[in-house]
């Protein structure tokens, strides 16, 4: 298991989320160091810079330069060098958090009050502020650790450490002038040690003042060489992973054996949550879930990934559809995975119906449905009327209808008139008679 140094000189906040400064103080140009722990809730999208706000007391904001550090979903460390400020109160934290606390999803801030006083003499800035690195077997973990003298004074700087796994070589100690840095080589000696985690502190020590920089290492390939242990001819072998330890639910703790989607393209779906959870017997490092089949592109889920879910712990993905994807009517298949850098694994079976897509019309294609019952467009030789034919025809019949009226109409107009032009000859002739 992972142990790391937690430095808390100063709790100021205390419920949700725990924001903790290195120091009760602070001056400007100096190193502001804060562990940024999560206790009863759980984070529906992780921590990034864009989430920490640094506030004047009006609630206006001050811009920092800000290095964040995520070690698990649970822990994460963020260091940044103050700005010329006056003295007083202003407040530290997070803003725009989403997260999940008793079924319900929530959208919170968690601020701290962070206190600056007007020292101007002993001024010293670092860099980093908290190293953690992931490493495999043979692989060292070096760094550069930098200093910079911001104030008025000159400043004499002691190194020390904690831990046997890295040395700062010949350098123990340097002088600093006033606006001068300096740089100071921290090498490892990881070789040759059977562990798979490295807890250490660097010590910058100043005046009466330090800085402590938490220095942690973690080989993600390791495998313990471990010695069977024999009490009275009775072995008792190592505890071994459980590869099935994976489960997925939903809030409400139900099981997740299979997925079945039903998207009409003229909806809108907001994004879903499942919550994975580990009872694998060990924590589980980069996992990460894959899309496989014909839906592995339907979907987008957040986070992409998980450095660390620590046996019976839970972890909550959201779940929603890409709206970049060109959907098409029908039945698709598929499966969601999980999977960590231990192998171990889960396989849950994902099928989707899809409909809510107009058929096109048109003389240029037509619509099929293939084998797998997905809709496509697909080109064809054949010629299909549409509705401006239809229309022309329609006008044809009727002009021929009204051509036909008018020649009937005439036909028995003529008609009848000769029969009056016989009928008057044959009046005019009787009148000839008679007389």
Do not use: C
Not at 19 to 28: G, L, Q, V
């Amino acid at each position: 298991m992972l142990v790391l140094f937690l430095l808390f000189p100063l709790i100021v906040y205390a419920e949700d989320i725990d924001i903790t400064f290195y120091r009760n103080s602070y001056s400007p140009f100096e190193t502001v160091q804060a562990n940024i722990i999560i206790n009863n809730i759980t984070l529906s999208k992780g921590l990034d810079v864009s989430n920490f706000v640094f506030l004047r007391s009006d609630n206006s904001s001050i811009n920092i330069a800000k290095n964040l550090v995520k070690v698990n979903n649970s822990f994460y460390v963020v260091y940044f060098d103050l700005p010329n400020l006056s003295a007083g109160n202003y407040d530290f934290g997070l803003a725009n958090v989403n997260y999940i606390k008793e079924n319900s999803f929530k959208i919170g801030r968690f601020l701290a009050k962070l206190q600056v006083t007007s020292e101007d003499k002993q001024i010293l800035s670092i860099r980093p502020g908290y190293v953690f690195n992931k490493v495999v077997t043979n692989q060292e973990s070096p760094f550069t650790l930098f200093i910079r003298n911001g104030g008025t004074n000159i400043i004499t700087v002691y190194f020390q450490k904690e831990g046997d796994f890295f040395n700062f070589g010949p350098v123990h100690k340097i002088n600093l002038a006033p606006s001068y840095s300096n740089t100071v080589d921290v090498k490892t000696s990881l070789f040759g040690k059977n562990m798979s985690v490295f807890n250490g502190v660097v010590k910058i020590i100043y005046d009466s003042k330090n800085y402590l920089i938490p220095f942690n290492i973690m080989r993600t390939d390791f495998t313990p060489i471990v010695e069977n242990t024999t009490i009275s001819n009775v072995t008792i072998p190592s505890k071994e992973l459980n590869y099935s330890g994976l489960t997925l639910t939903t809030l409400s703790d139900k099981p997740i054996s299979n997925l079945s989607v039903t998207i009409n393209v003229e909806e809108y779906y907001p994004p879903g949550q499942i919550v994975l959870r580990n009872s694998a017997g060990a924590g589980l490092h980069n996992l990460r879930y894959i899309l496989s089949g014909s839906v592995n592109s339907m979907f987008q889920i957040q986070p992409s990934s998980i450095d660390v879910l620590e046996d019976k712990e839970s972890a909550v993905f959201l779940f929603g559809l890409n709206n970049s994807y060109d959907f098409f009517n029908g039945r698709y298949s598929g499966s969601l995975n999980f999977v960590s850098d231990e192998g171990v694994e889960l396989n849950v079976p994902l099928d989707v119906s899809v409909f809510g897509i107009p058929l096109p019309t048109g003389k240029d294609s037509i619509s099929i449905v293939n084998e797998t019952n997905i809709t496509k467009e697909v080109p064809q030789d054949v010629s299909v009327s549409s509705d401006e034919d239809k229309g022309f025809s329609v006008w044809l019949v009727i002009l021929i209808i009204v051509i036909i009226f008018l020649l009937v109409i005439f036909y028995l107009y003529k008609k009848t008139k000769r029969k009056k032009e016989e009928f008057e000859g044959f009046v005019e002739r009787v009148k000839m008679r008679q007389s």
